[in-house]
């Protein structure tokens, strides 16, 4: 092959079809926001449907534990719990081959070699545990509306010992650190400050929670089923542990409740409404300039836009038009994932500037083997693929919220309401020896609610 009266040796060739293949890769999840705005946009309008064949299409895809975990969470939202189930079940088997797979195979040494000279986004995206955490339990919730306790709290306990692993995992990285810091005994790296100083605007938000790897939602839904299995030593363990990271007087009540009902037995009905308020804010991307060894790097990174947190609201609970009290937080989402993304970003950096430094040397030899044509395609190829990777599982609730009730036998009407927004009243009847459990969706201005009612064995 000839271009401008140069022979082109077949691992030139190779290159330039690396260039062009490499930018393509790059291009996939630039677009991604697109897609995930859509999916924020469809949650809570039961139109699910719509997205049907781009499910469809991406599941078998590498990245099609994202579009499931999305999928999944779109059909919970809009109530259809048993479709919901049967997604999270699909985005298990891809989770399970993710995580048994060995840490280092030719599949994933390739897509990591191709990733030096393009970006982030051509791996296959990888679950962050939490996220792996929040589907465990999401999946747990489909169970429990479908009333299968046992099934649901295999999924509660699945999640549970993956928080025993990333706090396991998060104590043995800070232990490398230390060790690191203690070596080295000298003033940050320049990258480091950098990096800081580029994400103080998220202090205030990663501040919210105190750790990135125990969530209050996943042991205060335990508790709530421990407990309606009779299995009140569990619930009250873990109504503890829920109460360790989120001290709000509601969950000492229901601590010193459940230490009374391992002596006596109420005859009041508990109705327990776990609400998912908003929206994860979505990944921006961050710039940063470097020195490097033949010049400045321009570094991309992925961020949060501190103005995108939303800050939650508690929701009024009315039964039969009477405000009866507020829900109370349990886990900011938004905080945990801006926690998350700061504690990962040092790491993302340093491989970007290996990466960028990568690309000046790839763009080098292109430019001495085919001269101006080389150099060009080098420029084109750094352009092209000079992006952060913004993908994360974007229709996850900004907040967790709880809210219970001890109603006397009876029928009644339950209404939620937040900022002026109404959810349409739900009936419920509450009968001695059940609990009631309710779910609440405040999001994009509506908020949708669905019961089930569960009887004791």
Known sequence: MTISGRTLSLTTIT???FVTSSSLNAATFKTYKEE??????ALNQNNESSFTEKFKKNASKKD???YLLEQARIEQVDQNYQASLDTYKKAFELLDKQNQRAKISVSRVGFQALSMLSNDSVVPYLVPPYEQVIAHISQAKNYIFLKDMDAASVEMRVAQQLQRDIELAHEQELA???EKTKKNNSEPEPETSKIDEALVGLDPIAG??????QNSYSFYMAASLWEVLGEYNDALVDYK??????????????IQRV????????KNVPVIIFIEQGLVPQKVEHKLVFPGPNGLLNIAFASYEPKTYQTPQATQVLINNKKIQNSYVLNDIGALAVKNLKEHTTATVSRQIIRTT???????QLGKQLGAVGQLAGMLMNTATDHADLRSWSTLPSNTQIARLNLAPGKYQLQLANAGTYSTPVSIDTTTNQTIFVYAYDINNKISVSSSAFSKP
């Open 241 to 254: 542990k829920a109460y360790e990271l989120q001290p709000d007087q509601q969950i000492a009540t229901d």
């Open 64 to 66: 099609g534990v994202l």
């Open 358 to 364: 990568a690309k000046y040397v790839a763009q080098e």
């Open 208 to 213: 919210k929670i105190k750790n990135t790897y």
């Open 15 to 17: 290159a330039l079809l």
């Open 259 to 266: 230490d009374k009902a391992i002596k006596q037995k109420d």
């Open 36 to 41: 995930s705005d859509q999916f924020r946009t």
């Open 176 to 178: 490398k650190k230390v």
